[in-house]
């Protein structure tokens, strides 16, 4: 059965510091793989998404994310964070099914 | 376009009370999802209609829980009756095609059953 890992429920860290959220995926076939991001009291909003090529996906607020097949991950990565980059994210797959299976999501809280 | 529209945003409610929440989602969009997010249980999929017709309702948790489609604008999910712990956001997503494409969330209703 296909699954989606975020190992870390919580990331603390200063606001201008480099930050990277994991996520594993365990399915043994092609996936797709997407980052979304919920802010306070709102829905969830695609950050960004691999479906095939280039293995290095960038998307919206200067987040980007590394699809690594021999070690199923996508983890979302960014240089520099901004306070209103707290929130909380979700890594989600799908393979050939309508349903998009969610991580258990990871809260980002950026300090001033 | 206005995004995915749901109403209430905030719900009330009495133990034993059916409750009815509401999705439009975006035109044109052939996919609407209903998703359940609580702190226990985080994210879980309750219920996706395809062009109208519930594909996959393996996530309703019981028989109180229902959700229709009548037409491709508008659907509903109702609970009769309430439980507490059917506390929780209830998020509605909408997608034009199946999963490669991206899915956009309502703001979600946020129900409370006392």
């Known amino acids: 059965a296909q699954s989606v890992t975020q190992l870390d429920s919580q990331v603390p860290v200063f606001e201008e510091a480099p930050v990277e959220l994991r996520c594993n995926y365990s399915s043994s076939v092609s996936v797709y793989l997407f980052w979304y991001v919920q802010y306070p009291n709102q829905g969830l909003q695609l950050l960004l998404k691999y479906l095939s090529g280039s293995t290095l996906v960038k998307g919206i607020n200067g987040f980007e994310a590394e699809f690594n097949k021999s070690q199923t991950s996508f983890h979302l990565r960014k240089p520099s964070v901004h306070i209103s980059d707290t929130a909380e994210y979700f890594c989600a797959a799908t393979v050939d099914t309508d349903k998009l299976i969610f991580g258990t999501g990871t809260r980002l809280q950026v300090f001033p | 376009d206005a995004g995915v529209i749901q109403s209430p945003r905030h719900e009330v409610t009495e133990m034993g009370q059916e409750v009815t929440l509401r999705c439009k989602p975006i035109s044109g969009h052939d996919y609407l999802f209903w998703y359940r997010q609580t702190m226990m249980r985080g994210l879980e999929l309750l ?23 009548p037409n491709a604008s508008f659907s509903t999910l109702k609970i009769q009756p309430s439980e507490p712990r059917d506390s929780a956001v209830y998020f509605c997503a909408s997608s034009f095609g199946q999963g490669a494409y991206e899915q956009y969330f309502g703001p979600g209703t946020r129900l409370t059953v006392t």
């Not at chain 2, 209609?49 to 229709?68: L, Q, T």
């Open chain 2, 47 to 69: 219920i996706y209609f395809n062009n109208n017709v519930p594909i996959d309702d393996s996530g309703m948790p019981e028989d109180r829980f229902s959700a229709k489609m």
